[in-house]
């Protein structure tokens, strides 16, 4: 069965990087579209960054120019790059795969395997 790990999250102070990683497993990992999500506390979840099989990506406007998602089909990897961390990052975040090939402006909602979160916490 699909199964997704994410790893690299921790404590940074504000205008710092973390690199957050995630394996996947369990299928064909080059044919499917991934994503990063994050949740804070009292807050939905949203969507940070897609990236599609032909490595087409889209950003949430509110990470656009400090994050950069990609991944290595070689090693079954998804990343994602945080640079220029705000407080407003601190968040569980999450690695997500879709069914879907190609991006479309509806595919945050056909994400249906999940990791289980890493934590990022960004300070003054």
């Known amino acids: 069965q699909v199964q997704l790990g994410e790893s690299g999250g921790g404590s940074v102070q504000a205008g710092g990087s973390l690199r957050l990683s995630c394996a996947a497993s369990g299928y064909t990992y080059r044919r499917y579209c991934m994503g990063w999500f994050r949740q804070a506390p009292g807050k939905e979840r949203e969507g940070v960054a897609y990236?599609?099989?032909?490595?087409?990506?889209r950003y949430a406007e509110s990470v656009k120019g400090r994050f950069t998602i990609s991944r290595d089909n070689a090693k079954n990897s998804l990343y994602l790059q945080m640079n220029s961390l705000k407080l407003e990052d601190s968040a569980m975040y999450f690695c997500?795969?879709?069914?879907?090939?190609?991006?479309?402006?509806?595919?945050?909602?056909?994400?249906?395997?999940w990791g289980q979160g890493t934590q990022v916490n960004v300070s003054s």
């Open positions: 997500a795969a879709s069914g879907r090939t190609w991006y479309s402006p509806d595919l945050q909602f056909w994400f249906g395997f």
């Open positions: 990236i599609d099989s032909a490595y087409t990506t």
